[in-house]
Antibody, heavy 115, light 105 residues
Framework: EVQLVESGGGLVQPGRSMKLSCAAS????????MAWVRQAPTKGLEWVAT????????YYRDSVKGRFTISRDNAKSTLYLQMNSLRSEDTATYYC????????WGQGTLVTVSS | IQMTQSPSLLSASVGDRVTLSCKAG??????LAWYQQKLGEAPKLLIY???SLQTGIPSRFSGSGSGTDFTLTISSLQPEDVATYFC????????FGGGTKLELK
């Protein structure tokens, strides 16, 4: 059974940092590009960042470039999102997902940026 | 690539045939998925590659279209289909439509 389990969310003050993790199982993680997608409360889905299957290429939406870093450890089947200089508008549930037809999604982890 | 869904809100009765629309800003070569999201849950894949039904999804769901115009059809609406539906393109990175909220009339 495919599982993606996000962790690391919580309450954080504006300007601070937070690192999210996503542990994958049930499929060959190292064969797939991965992405982070977020959803602000009562809003739609918003792509955040993508990383290639081997970690050699990364892509970000403009609003997080220079602040967020996506990375992966294929030996641990784990995806990461390092988030720095957090803003209130980053408040959302963050999902890790395979950005293609496989449609694998985690249950999400809530990040709340507030003082 | 911009994805535009319509309508944003749809009210229908049990048993109705329901059609949701998704338009891409450019040709996405049928690299399109449809997701169902219920309140408090993660998105659930219904359709991939524009018209392929995901395993375990009821056959009342179907997808069609090509190029830039796509449709999700529910042939006979059931109460459990109340949810928000998103389309996603994965031809170039990935982007999502704004969603269609489906409610019972």
């Amino acid at each position: 059974e495919v599982q993606l389990v996000e962790s690391g969310g919580g309450l954080v003050q504006p300007g601070r940092s937070m690192k999210l993790s996503c542990a994958a199982s049930g499929f060959t993680f190292s064969n797939y590009g991965m992405a982070w997608v977020r959803q602000a409360p009562t809003k739609g889905l918003e792509w955040v960042a993508t990383i290639s299957y081997d970690g050699s290429s990364t892509y970000y939406r403009d609003s997080v470039k220079g602040r967020f870093t996506i990375s992966r450890d294929n030996a641990k089947s784990t995806l990461y999102l390092q988030m720095n200089s957090l803003r209130s508008e980053d408040t959302a549930t963050y999902y890790c997902t395979t950005p293609g037809p496989e449609g694998y999604w985690g249950q999400g982890t809530l990040v709340t940026v507030s003082s | 690539i911009q994805m535009t869904q319509s309508p944003s809100l749809l009210s229908a009765s049990v048993g109705d045939r329901v059609t949701l629309s998704c338009k891409a800003g450019q040709n996405i070569n049928n690299y399109l998925a449809w997701y169902q999201q219920k309140l408090g849950e993660a998105p659930k894949l219904l359709i991939y590659n524009a018209n392929s039904l995901q395993t375990g999804i009821p056959s009342r769901f179907s997808g069609s279209g090509s190029g830039t115009d796509f449709t999700l059809t529910i042939s006979s609406l059931q109460p459990e289909d109340v949810a928000t539906y998103f389309c996603q393109q994965y031809n170039s990175w990935t982007t999502f439509g704004g969603g269609t909220k489906l409610e019972l009339k």
